[in-house]
């Protein structure tokens, strides 16, 4: 099946930073979303991203479909931020859904 | 707009109890699912349904049954609750399948002793 990393696993910064969230995925896909899981578990969707570039606010991401990846940013980067950032994949099939990767856990200091 | 919904947020179940979690959606979406995560995990799909009246199992099935009689409602029940799900459960719907954004519920926590 489809395989989706992440990186960094891990990633901590001093509020204002500014920091790149790589996901890397295997096979073609339908389908490419970024989320925002915060400290209460809750989901947030911030970007379906299949291909090409995107933006909302201090949040931007793009997508090379070509090359299987996608990069999520984050500029002058706030305590709210901090959470688990999640990448999705979908192809299309039957029997599958949204293959999420690990994620990456930003921890944002004052 | 409430979105996705669900019932309840949180449940303690002993050993061998059964129960129902509710997913509502009141954005007219065609294909709903249900998911779990376990702790370090990403999210696994447990069942999906497309459309209206029709279900299909994911990765992680057993143990687990569903009903989607209403466009607006996806039911997920466990037949005899056990240790191994325990778990946080989501609910996500799409307007069209898996090329279309999925959007999540807010997630039932569920403990099983």
């Known amino acids: 099946g489809i395989q989706v990393e992440q990186s960094p696993p891990d990633l901590i910064l001093q509020e204002g930073a500014n920091s790149t969230l790589r996901c890397n995925f295997s096979d073609s896909v339908n389908n490419l979303q970024w989320f925002h899981q915060n400290p209460w578990g809750q989901l947030i969707n911030l970007f379906y991203?299949?291909?090409g570039t995107k933006q909302n606010g201090r949040l931007s991401a793009t997508t090379v479909a070509t090359e299987r990846y996608s990069l999520l940013y984050i500029s002058s980067s706030q305590t709210t931020d901090s959470g688990v950032y999640f990448c999705a994949v979908a192809i299309d099939q039957a029997g599958t859904a949204l293959i999420f990767g690990k994620g990456t856990t930003l921890s944002v200091s004052s | 707009n409430a979105g996705v919904t669900q019932t309840p947020k949180f449940q303690v179940l002993k050993t061998g109890q059964s129960m129902t979690l509710q997913c509502a959606q009141d954005m007219n979406h065609n294909s709903m699912y249900w998911y779990r995560q376990d702790p370090g995990m990403g999210l696994r799909l447990i069942y999906y349904s497309a459309s209206e009246g029709t279900t299909d199992k994911g990765e992680v099935p057993d143990g687990y049954n569903v009903s989607r009689l209403k466009k607006q409602n996806f039911l997920l029940g466990l037949e005899s609750a056990a240790p191994s799900q325990t778990s946080v459960y989501f609910c996500a719907s799409s307007y069209s399948g898996l090329r279309g954004e999925q959007y999540f519920g807010p997630g039932t926590r569920l403990t099983v002793t």
């Open positions: 991203i299949p291909s």
